[in-house]
């Protein structure tokens, strides 16, 4: 058994969830926040045997995109205030996964 951690921006996590439940994943969905633009974000909790690992992978991939924001660098760094003022062009979204092993699972 296998946990896959995955971090989604908000934009896809309902889009995931759905995706996932019809995969036939169960998966418990936690707001979460990024550090790096303080946006939201959803982190997934998905068990999965490990064989079927690749598949709920393939979802995830499928599912959530990347796409471009524009941010102010006084957003990412206060202390450039003065000197920076323009929006400047970021990657955001798509997923973020950790896969850990599980020792044990019980289901109550």
Same mark, same amino acid.
């Given at each position: 058994m296998?946990?896959i951690?995955?971090?989604?921006q908000?934009k896809?996590s309902?889009?995931?969830?759905t995706k996932l439940?019809?995969?036939?994943f169960?998966a418990?969905?936690?707001?979460? *926040?990024?550090? %790096?633009?303080k ?8 068990g999965?045997? #490990?064989?079927k $690992?690749d598949? +709920? ?14 941010? *102010?660098?006084t %957003?990412?760094?206060?202390?450039a ?6 929006p400047? #062009?970021?990657? $955001?979204g798509? +997923? ?7 020792d044990?699972f019980?289901?109550?």
């Amino acid at each position: 058994m296998k946990l896959i951690l995955a971090i989604v921006q908000d934009k896809d996590s309902q889009h995931l969830q759905t995706k996932l439940v019809k995969g036939g994943f169960r998966a418990t969905q936690l707001p979460s *926040t990024g550090g %790096f633009l303080k946006a939201g974000n959803c982190t997934f909790l998905i068990g999965v045997e #490990e064989e079927k $690992v690749d598949a +709920a992978l393939d979802v995830i991939k499928k599912t959530c995109h990347t796409r471009t924001q524009f941010v *102010t660098p006084t %957003f990412m760094m206060p202390e450039a205030a003065s000197s920076m003022t323009d929006p400047v #062009e970021v990657q $955001v979204g798509g +997923a973020t996964c950790f896969i850990l092993p599980v020792d044990k699972f019980v289901r109550f």
